[in-house]
């Protein structure tokens, strides 16, 4: 994706007008510009410097994101260079507003002093207004050079919009001095004073002031949506400490390159992604996955830049740098999320791209209306002023990408990586979620679970010789008792004529004696295995573990049972993604006895077995003819169902070809964060659909009230001043409504809402249907609400309600509850007969 920077860009209609631009280019398969960031991201064929021109020939200006590294370049559009200047703006206009607002209402009003030349000289104070209200308007010249740049490229916008207001204002203002000295001229001093009540000076100077204040607000706001971008930036390291002949000699960090050997101290911050060479340490880690506990590392750990070493003295070599490390990574999504658009933003834009055409036809509409009426042309100008500066199309603009922002940085400071503004809105829309066993439910390698003695023998003598004879093997499952035996500080004794017979175990001679391992078959042919034996480890085997038999010159010493276990947090991950609503899906390649094993344990609803890498994929569309589906995963083999899903999550420790397949990545590879995404995909689409709300209703609101629609009833009237200051402050609310999401605890369960389930057909014919008697319905309308009533129940699917009959037929979804149903009917006011 090619990023450019925008200039001159006031509201939701630019951004509308640009995309429309350069999607019109040949070559452009996509556009996608940001109001928030003042950005736009182009994805095609198409050279820059058409790209640039068409951006040129709409009436806006464009560069090419420069800089040398990621960071650098995403800097240049979150560098806020307009605040300072607005600043500045603002403070030279509240200046010359000031003596405005004393001369025209201080002094009339309230009955200020003027100075003794000016007193009684109305034409002399009209002249002095329209001075300050000109030097207002000059030093706000951005508004009235936009706007009417926006007319001229047929593409008017908010500036359009503030621009005629405010013009309007002090071109009538002008006509009316001129009146005041021909009636002064004429010795017509009642025509003076009548004239001068009718000046609207201090409105043009007031709307340009009053919409710079809600614009320094909406960049002040603005700029806060960007702290998570700006704070990952800031953690990058500036130098390194890097090994050169045998010498440690600091560098820029861009000058460090794959291969280099660098050296980190404790505190310091780790540059460039990298592998231990050498050391001991704790690292933190927080900056990027959001865990708080340090991670030890040692020779042959990785490590990522912006990571602080908290212990040790690290020696690593360089193995991801500049824009490659992680941290450059992590920035890249947040931004692209970004740059892109959710799809609701797509209601917005359409409404944007007319709104102030629109508005300004209304404003005329009105003034013409209240002409016809009899109103004068002071009153009637006043309404269609009022209704110019009181449209807000930025309010519109706005309203989804402050939301994204905020919710893209809240996530990556959780570890939760949404790589586009789509995959953010579309998570939480999920009902499905098909999650991988291995390494994602599981831990991804074996652990030693049970160890049984046979009679005589003890546990430290069956771990010592598994631990001897096992040392020699390469097999997985020999892992996971070497791990066992060195946490235990289990001795190893050495082992003579060693021999690994493939398929079934391990035999040599330890101490004197033949010691054989390995599965039943084997050690059953070697040894007198006992009912008792056998019978514990047929149990392991239900459960889905591999029992491991061991024997000793002829006589069984025991089992010791090793499987892929849980997560820790599997279960519970597993439960809040149900309580919300979800169905959850467990897809492996194991057998059917062991799949099923490790699926009751983590409380799924439904276990697919032996399934291939190819068929997972398969599966995934299967199940999206059911409902959305998240599909998540960690190895090579879950890509392709990655790809199929609605929504792909990966854990961050998987293989590298799932994340780049993903729409999500979960940096801290805890499944708990699975249902932390939703969650927090959720709350940004609801912070969403507020933001256009008020949007919307402000709009709705405002226009008739600015128009005089409500004057003849309620006898409200506004004045353009007040209009300015609503406009100045919608935008401020909305982006300070998207802020809020700041404090969204994304792993808090407490305030999830449960959505109704999707559940596969064999799972309505497993659970069945029940057919109750109701009396008390007698039509149309009661079979309607007694169907609402019985479907709000979480283990009714579906609900078919029938007076004629006086029966409810009920498809569940799980183990009814005839006291709620019970319930539920008395309620909606019909009384339960029982079932039928």
Same mark, same amino acid.
């Given at each position: 994706?090619?990023?450019?920077?925008?200039?001159?860009?006031?509201?939701?209609?630019?951004?509308?007008?640009?995309?429309?631009?350069?999607?019109?280019?040949?070559?452009?398969?996509?556009?996608?510009?940001?109001?928030?960031?003042?950005?736009?991201?182009?994805?095609?064929?198409?050279?820059?410097?058409?790209? /640039?021109?068409?951006?040129?020939?709409?009436?806006?200006?464009?560069?090419?994101?420069?800089?040398?590294?990621?960071?650098?370049?995403?800097?240049?559009?979150?560098?806020?260079?307009?605040?300072?200047?607005?600043?500045?703006?603002?403070?030279?206009?509240?200046?010359?507003?000031?003596?405005?607002?004393?001369?025209?209402?201080?002094?009339?009003?309230?009955?200020?002093?003027?100075?003794?030349?000016?007193?009684?000289?109305?034409?002399?104070?009209?002249?002095?207004?329209?001075?300050?209200?000109?030097?207002?308007?000059?030093?706000?010249?951005?508004?009235?050079?936009?706007?009417?740049?926006?007319?001229?490229?047929?593409?008017?916008?908010?500036?359009?919009?503030?621009?005629?207001?405010?013009?309007?204002?002090?071109?009538?203002?002008?006509?009316?001095?001129?009146?005041?000295?021909?009636?002064?001229?004429?010795?017509?001093?009642?025509?003076?004073?009548?004239?001068?009540?009718?000046?609207?000076?201090?409105?043009?100077?007031?709307?340009?002031?009053?919409?710079?204040?809600?614009?320094?607000?909406?960049?002040?706001?603005?700029?806060?949506?960007?702290?998570?971008?700006?704070?990952?930036?800031?953690?990058?390291?500036?130098?390194?400490?890097?090994?050169?002949?045998?010498?440690?000699?600091?560098?820029?960090?861009?000058?460090?390159?794959?291969?280099?050997?660098?050296?980190?101290?404790?505190?310091?911050?780790?540059?460039?992604?990298?592998?231990?060479?050498?050391?001991?340490?704790?690292?933190?880690?927080?900056?990027?996955?959001?865990?708080?506990?340090?991670?030890?590392?040692?020779?042959?750990?990785?490590?990522?830049?912006?990571?602080?070493?908290?212990?040790?003295?690290?020696?690593?070599?360089?193995?991801?740098?500049?824009?490659?490390?992680?941290?450059?990574?992590?920035?890249?999504?947040?931004?692209?999320?970004?740059?892109?658009?959710?799809?609701?933003?797509?209601?917005?834009?359409?409404?944007?791209?007319?709104?102030?055409?629109?508005?300004?036809?209304?404003?005329?509409?009105?003034?013409?209306?209240?002409?016809?009426?009899?109103?004068?042309?002071?009153?009637?100008?006043?309404?269609?002023?009022?209704?110019?500066?009181?449209?807000?199309?930025?309010?519109?603009?706005?309203?989804?990408?402050?939301?994204? *922002?905020?919710?893209?940085?809240?996530?990556?400071?959780?570890?939760?990586?949404?790589?586009?503004?789509?995959?953010?809105?579309?998570?939480?829309?999920?009902?499905?979620?098909?999650?991988?066993?291995?390494?994602?439910?599981?831990?991804?390698?074996?652990?030693?679970?049970?160890? +049984?003695?046979?009679?005589?023998?003890?546990?430290?003598?069956?771990?010592? /010789?598994?631990?001897?004879?096992?040392?020699?093997?390469?097999?997985?499952?020999?892992?996971?008792?070497?791990?066992?035996?060195?946490?235990?500080?289990?001795?190893?004794?050495?082992?003579?004529?060693?021999?690994?017979?493939?398929?079934?175990?391990?035999?040599?001679? *330890?101490?004197?004696?033949?010691?054989?391992?390995?599965?039943?078959?084997?050690?059953?042919?070697?040894?007198?295995?006992?009912?008792? +034996?056998?019978?514990?480890?047929?149990?392991?085997?239900?459960?889905?573990?591999?029992?491991?038999?061991?024997?000793?010159?002829?006589?069984?010493?025991?089992?010791?049972?090793?499987?892929?276990?849980?997560?820790?947090?599997?279960?519970?991950?597993?439960?809040?993604?149900?309580?919300?609503?979800?169905?959850?899906?467990?897809?492996?390649?194991?057998?059917?006895?062991?799949?099923?094993?490790?699926?009751?344990?983590?409380?799924?609803?439904?276990?697919?077995?032996?399934?291939?890498?190819?068929?997972?994929?398969?599966?995934?569309?299967?199940?999206?003819?059911?409902?959305?589906?998240?599909?998540?995963?960690?190895?090579?083999?879950?890509?392709?169902?990655?790809?199929?899903?609605?929504?792909?999550? %990966?854990?961050?420790?998987?293989?590298?070809?799932?994340?780049?397949?993903?729409?999500?990545?979960?940096?801290?590879?805890?499944?708990?964060?699975?249902?932390?995404?939703?969650?927090?995909?959720?709350?940004?689409?609801?912070?969403?659909?507020?933001?256009?709300?008020? %949007?919307?209703?402000?709009?709705?609101?405002?226009?008739?009230?600015?128009?005089?629609?409500?004057?003849?009833?309620?006898?409200?009237?506004?004045?353009?001043?007040?209009?300015?200051?609503?406009?100045?402050?919608?935008?401020?609310?909305?982006?300070?409504?998207?802020?809020?999401?700041?404090?969204?605890?994304?792993?808090?369960?407490?305030?999830?809402?449960?959505?109704?389930?999707?559940?596969?057909?064999?799972?309505?014919?497993?659970?069945?249907?029940?057919?109750?008697?109701?009396?008390?319905?007698?039509?149309?309308?009661?079979?309607?609400?007694?169907?609402?009533?019985?479907?709000?129940?979480?283990?009714?699917?579906?609900?078919?309600?029938?007076?004629?009959?006086?029966?409810?037929?009920?498809?569940?979804?799980?183990? *009814?509850?005839?006291?709620?149903?019970?319930?539920?009917?008395?309620?909606?006011?019909?009384?339960?007969?029982?079932?039928?």
């Amino acid at each position: 994706m090619k990023q450019f920077n925008i200039t001159g860009m006031s509201c939701a209609a630019c951004s509308a007008r640009v995309e429309k631009a350069v999607s019109s280019v040949e070559g452009v398969s996509s556009c996608s510009v940001s109001l928030l960031t003042n950005s736009m991201g182009v994805e095609g064929t198409a050279s820059e410097a058409a790209i /640039i021109e068409a951006v040129e020939k709409a009436g806006y200006g464009a560069a090419i994101k420069g800089g040398s590294t990621a960071e650098a370049s995403r800097a240049d559009g979150l560098k806020d260079t307009e605040t300072p200047k607005m600043k500045r703006r603002l403070i030279a206009s509240l200046a010359f507003l000031i003596m405005l607002m004393y001369i025209s209402m201080g002094h009339t009003m309230l009955g200020f002093p003027l100075p003794s030349f000016m007193e009684g000289n109305h034409v002399m104070t009209a002249l002095a207004e329209l001075i300050l209200a000109a030097i207002v308007m000059v030093i706000n010249q951005k508004f009235f050079i936009n706007g009417f740049k926006g007319i001229i490229h047929r593409s008017p916008n908010m500036d359009t919009l503030v621009a005629i207001g405010s013009g309007a204002s002090f071109i009538y203002s002008t006509a009316v001095l001129f009146l005041m000295t021909a009636a002064q001229q004429k010795g017509d001093g009642g025509a003076v004073m009548r004239y001068a009540h009718g000046l609207y000076f201090e409105s043009a100077a007031m709307i340009l002031t009053l919409i710079t204040v809600g614009k320094l607000l909406e960049s002040v706001s603005k700029g806060r949506t960007t702290d998570a971008i700006k704070g990952l930036m800031k953690l990058a390291p500036k130098t390194a400490v890097i090994i050169s002949d045998g010498r440690e000699t600091e560098v820029p960090v861009e000058q460090v390159k794959k291969g280099d050997f660098f050296v980190i101290r404790p505190g310091a911050s780790i540059p460039v992604d990298g592998i231990v060479v050498s050391g001991d340490s704790a690292v933190n880690e927080s900056a990027l996955t959001g865990e708080s506990i340090p991670v030890d590392k040692s020779e042959g750990s990785t490590v990522s830049a912006a990571t602080v070493n908290q212990s040790g003295y690290l020696r690593c070599e360089a193995t991801r740098v500049g824009e490659d490390t992680t941290l450059s990574q992590i920035i890249k999504m947040v931004s692209d999320a970004a740059a892109t658009k959710a799809p609701i933003a797509k209601i917005a834009d359409k409404v944007s791209g007319v709104f102030v055409p629109v508005v300004i036809g209304i404003a005329l509409v009105t003034f013409i209306v209240w002409l016809i009426i009899g109103k004068t042309v002071g009153f009637s100008l006043a309404r269609a002023i009022s209704v110019l500066v009181i449209s807000c199309p930025c309010a519109l603009g706005l309203a989804t990408p402050v939301a994204i *922002m905020v919710g893209s940085g809240v996530g990556a400071k959780n570890g939760l990586l949404f790589k586009t503004a789509v995959s953010l809105e579309e998570a939480g829309k999920a009902q499905i979620a098909a999650l991988d066993k291995t390494g994602t439910i599981t831990r991804g390698e074996p652990d030693v679970t049970d160890i +049984i003695t046979a009679e005589g023998f003890t546990e430290q003598e069956l771990l010592h /010789i598994a631990y001897s004879l096992e040392k020699k093997s390469e097999h997985p499952l020999a892992g996971a008792v070497m791990r066992y035996g060195e946490k235990n500080e289990v001795q190893a004794a050495e082992v003579s004529e060693f021999r690994a017979v493939a398929g079934n175990g391990l035999t040599g001679v *330890m101490e004197g004696s033949r010691v054989t391992g390995g599965n039943l078959g084997f050690i059953g042919k070697q040894a007198e295995i006992g009912d008792k +034996i056998a019978g514990k480890a047929e149990k392991l085997a239900e459960e889905g573990k591999t029992p491991l038999f061991f024997a000793k010159d002829g006589a069984m010493i025991g089992v010791i049972a090793v499987a892929d276990v849980i997560k820790a947090e599997s279960s519970e991950a597993v439960r809040e993604l149900r309580n919300m609503g979800l169905r959850v899906v467990m897809l492996t390649g194991d057998n059917e006895k062991t799949a099923n094993a490790i699926g009751k344990q983590a409380g799924v609803d439904e276990v697919i077995a032996g399934v291939l890498p190819d068929g997972k994929a398969s599966v995934i569309r299967r199940l999206r003819k059911k409902g959305k589906v998240i599909m998540v995963g960690d190895g090579i083999n879950d890509a392709p169902a990655l790809t199929a899903a609605d929504m792909g999550i %990966a854990i961050g420790a998987g293989a590298d070809v799932a994340i780049d397949a993903a729409d999500v990545v979960l940096m801290k590879s805890s499944l708990s964060d699975v249902p932390a995404a939703v969650r927090l995909s959720r709350a940004t689409l609801r912070n969403i659909h507020q933001n256009l709300f008020w %949007a919307f209703i402000y709009n709705i609101i405002g226009i008739p009230l600015a128009a005089g629609v409500y004057s003849r009833i309620f006898g409200w009237e506004m004045n353009p001043m007040f209009g300015a200051a609503a406009m100045s402050l919608s935008s401020f609310f909305v982006v300070s409504n998207a802020l809020r999401l700041n404090f969204f605890k994304v792993h808090d369960s407490s305030n999830d809402r449960k959505r109704k389930t999707v559940y596969q057909e064999a799972d309505k014919e497993a659970s069945g249907s029940v057919t109750l008697k109701i009396k008390g319905m007698m039509c149309g309308h009661c079979e309607a609400r007694m169907k609402k009533a019985l479907e709000e129940l979480t283990f009714v699917d579906e609900a078919v309600t029938s007076h004629e009959n006086g029966t409810a037929e009920l498809s569940l979804s799980g183990e *009814m509850d005839e006291k709620a149903v019970k319930k539920a009917v008395t309620d909606a006011g019909y009384k339960y007969l029982g079932i039928k």
